[in-house]
C-alpha cells in the first residue's frame, strides 16, 4: 500500500543565525523571489519550505541535499529537478503558517498538505458562512460551540489540501463538498483525506490513493545534517 511523510518545522524557534547560510542553497530564481518577500517571517517561511523540501526528497529517493534544484514556475509549485539516474518520480506539497511548515512527500501517490493556525478570536461561522458551501455552514453551526473553532480549521485546511493535491494533477480545482446529508467526510472519488489538531494549528492531509501510514517528523534547528541525526540515518 501507498505511503507518505509530513515534516513539520517550527521556524519561530530559530534564530537569524540559524538561517544564515540557507540562501546558499538556492538556485538564482529561488532567490530573487526569497529576497522580494517584505516580511522577514514570510521571507524564512519561504526558505525553510525549500530546505525542508529539498530534505524530503533526498530522503525518499536517496539523492545528495545539495543536488535537488528546483524550478519556480508562475503562480504554481516548484517543479522538481533531479539527476538523471533517479527513477522515482516523487511527489510533494509545502504549507506554512505562522511561521509553522509543513512538507508532505510520497513517491507512490500525488498528494496536498495544508497547515492553518487557529484563532480562537474569529466569528468562525461567520467565515463559514462567505467561504463554505451552505451543507458545510450549516454542519459547522449545528456542531456544540466549544468545537467550532477546531472544526471549522479542520475543514479549511482540508478544503486546501484537496486543492492542492487537484492542482498537482494539473486538473480543475473545482472543489466538492466535504459535508453530505449533515457528515463530514474524508474520502471521495479521488481523494482520501485525514486531519490532525496540534499545538494550536490544524494539519491536513489529501491523497488521490488511500494510504496503509502517513508519518509525521518534527524538525528541529535549520541544518539537513542535525536533521539526519535526528532520525538517526
Given at each position: 500500500m501507498p505511503s507518505a511523510v509530513i515534516w513539520l518545522l517550527d521556524a519561530n524557534a530559530l534564530s537569524e543565525n540559524d538561517c544564515d547560510g540557507l540562501p546558499a542553497y538556492l538556485s538564482e530564481p529561488e532567490l530573487l523571489r526569497?529576497?522580494?518577500?517584505?516580511?522577514?517571517?514570510?521571507?524564512?517561511?519561504?526558505?525553510?519550505?525549500?530546505?525542508?523540501?529539498?530534505?524530503?526528497?533526498?530522503?525518499?529517493?536517496?539523492?545528495?541535499?545539495?543536488?535537488?534544484?528546483?524550478?519556480?514556475?508562475?503562480?504554481?509549485?516548484?517543479?522538481?529537478?533531479?539527476?538523471?539516474?533517479?527513477?522515482?518520480?516523487?511527489?510533494?506539497?509545502?504549507?506554512?503558517?505562522?511561521?509553522?511548515?509543513?512538507?508532505?512527500?510520497?513517491?507512490?501517490?500525488?498528494?496536498?498538505?495544508?497547515?492553518?493556525?487557529?484563532?480562537?478570536?474569529?466569528?468562525?461561522?461567520?467565515?463559514?458562512?462567505?467561504?463554505?458551501?451552505?451543507?458545510?455552514?450549516?454542519?459547522?453551526?449545528?456542531?456544540?460551540?466549544?468545537?467550532?473553532?477546531?472544526?471549522?480549521?479542520?475543514?479549511?485546511s482540508s478544503k486546501e489540501a484537496l486543492y492542492k493535491l487537484m492542482s498537482n494533477q494539473d486538473e480543475e480545482a473545482v472543489l466538492p463538498e466535504l459535508v453530505a446529508t449533515g457528515l463530514r467526510l474524508q474520502s471521495g472519488p479521488g481523494w482520501h483525506a485525514r486531519n490532525w489538531s496540534q499545538q494550536g494549528f490544524s494539519l491536513s492531509f489529501c491523497s488521490r490513493d488511500p494510504l496503509a501510514a502517513v508519518e509525521q517528523h518534527r524538525l528541529y534547528g535549520a541544518a539537513s545534517d542535525g536533521w539526519r541525526q535526528q532520525l538517526g540515518v
Open positions: 526569497y529576497r522580494r518577500f517584505l516580511r522577514p517571517l514570510r521571507q524564512r517561511e519561504f526558505l525553510l519550505g525549500r530546505m525542508v523540501l529539498r530534505f524530503a526528497i533526498a530522503q525518499l529517493t536517496g539523492i545528495a541535499f545539495e543536488a535537488i534544484e528546483m524550478i519556480e514556475r508562475q503562480g504554481r509549485a516548484p517543479r522538481l529537478q533531479l539527476p538523471p539516474a533517479c527513477s522515482l518520480t516523487p511527489h510533494f506539497s509545502v504549507s506554512h503558517s505562522r511561521g509553522w511548515v509543513a512538507c508532505a512527500a510520497s513517491v507512490d501517490t500525488p498528494l496536498g498538505v495544508d497547515i492553518e493556525a487557529q484563532d480562537g478570536g474569529r466569528d468562525v461561522e461567520a467565515l463559514a458562512r462567505s467561504a463554505f458551501s451552505a451543507a458545510e455552514s450549516d454542519w459547522l453551526s449545528g456542531l456544540p460551540a466549544d468545537q467550532k473553532t477546531e472544526a471549522f480549521y479542520a475543514l479549511w
